[in-house]
């Protein structure tokens, strides 16, 4: 009688690896790896020092359902329900963008800015989605308040677990809201922080499958990807302190249109910075003589 074949630790990687990469998975090893990680509730390394181990029954099974979710282009954090952020695991679901690294090169810079000036800031965090910005802010600035919107009443679930895993959720409120609708005006915020959709409508379909997979309504900036920056700039000034922040995550080509959209709203100092790729990717707005103006030329230098 043949013996049946034994699936090892090695074997299914090996295979997967193959799978993944006639399927287009841009990292075919690792996210094989990173998921059989998640089935056998191990690190990384331990898949190495174990490359002999058989697979169970069950952690076979387990394994083919996510590998066959990844060969079809779904997000890797989308299967594995959580993605890192800052110094924390954000929960994640297909109503939340992906957190992404360049997101967090814009809080490191706001937490930064807002430690300068004491950090007991209030802040207020347009189109939340899994809260990653406001929750990373409000944890590594233990004085701040915060409030967090988003059209996506889905995604407001998502944000709140978030604040509550972190454990920010008594310093942070979560309003549904299109951009400022629902926003109380008797409040002012001293930061107004906003990575909105910024994709022009057009190159959505040109995107990587994967991220054609995050929701629409988290990427479709309108015809030229600038309607938000547009909308926000427009009311900010009702929503802010007369010395307040605007903070925004752009698209790679959009930092000098998103700083003039700052200045005519009267933000005349503007910064624009860039990410590890070496792209535009945030814009800083203050208004001159504010606390922050000269905050931003100091980042600059
Ligand atoms: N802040 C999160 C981050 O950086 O990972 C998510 C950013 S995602 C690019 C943009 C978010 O804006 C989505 O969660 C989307 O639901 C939300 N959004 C889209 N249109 C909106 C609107 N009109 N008002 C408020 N939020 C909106
Ligand atoms: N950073 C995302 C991407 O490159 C876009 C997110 C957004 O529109 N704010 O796909």
Redesign the pocket.
Known sequence: MESKLVWTIMKVLNWTKQYFAKKGVENPRLDAEILLCAVLACERINLYVDFERPLSDEELARFRGYVLRRGDQEPLAYILGEKG?MRNSFKVNR??????PE?EL?VENIIHLAEQVGGDVKIL??????????VSLLDYLPQAKGV?????LE?LTVARDNAQRIGVLDRCGFIR???F?KVPMDKKFDIIV?????IPAADIAGLAQDVQQE?R????GGVDGLD?YR?ITAEAADHLVEDGLLAF?IGYDQGEAVAALCREAGFSRTIVLKDYAELDRMVFGAKEGGKYADLLLEITK
């Open positions: 952020f109503a939340t963008l992906v957190p992404r997101t814009l965090d347009i189109g939340t989605g899994s809260g990653a910005i406001i967090g919107v988003d059209i996506s995604a809201s299109d951009v609708s906003s990575n909105p959709p910024y929701p309504g988290a990427l479709d938000f909308r995550e």
